[in-house]
């Protein structure tokens, strides 16, 4: 994800005992390269990121994981990063929301305004 969207900020802390989790469209993902190959360490986050209201989420895309983690799987390191230590750099969690995602978020809520102001001009 990071290597792709440069806009992307990982939180980069210290990490903790918590383990990473992912959802089902992330799962096999490397958090760092993005490489599904040869998946090795499991990603450990920070205390910040392992409680609040980042709790339930996926590391990756931010996705609601469900109330128990039931839709959550752990993330792993590929081998590659662990060999490269960039797996010993610090927390992976992207901490904000690229440009193309809130474009998008934006894009939906003047589309929902739209159509709420056009369905009143027609009652």
Not at 56 to 61: D, E, L, S, Y
Request: aromatic content about 6%; overall charge positive; glycine content about 8%.
């Amino acid at each position: 994800m990071s290597r792709h969207q440069y806009d992307l900020i990982q939180c980069m802390k210290q990490p903790g005992r918590s383990i990473g989790l992912v959802c089902q469209s992330c799962e096999g993902r490397c958090p760092i390269c993005d490489s599904y190959v040869k998946p090795t360490t499991k990603v450990r986050i920070c205390h910040d990121c392992s409680f609040g209201h980042l709790y339930n989420k996926c590391i990756i895309c931010s996705n609601f994981l469900g109330d128990d983690h039931e839709l959550g799987t752990p993330a792993y390191y590929c081998l590659e990063c662990v060999r490269l230590e960039k797996d010993r750099e610090g927390c992976p969690r992207i901490v904000n929301v690229g440009s193309l995602k809130s474009d998008m978020l934006f894009n939906k809520k003047k589309a929902a305004a739209a159509a709420g102001q056009s369905s009143g001009l027609l009652k």
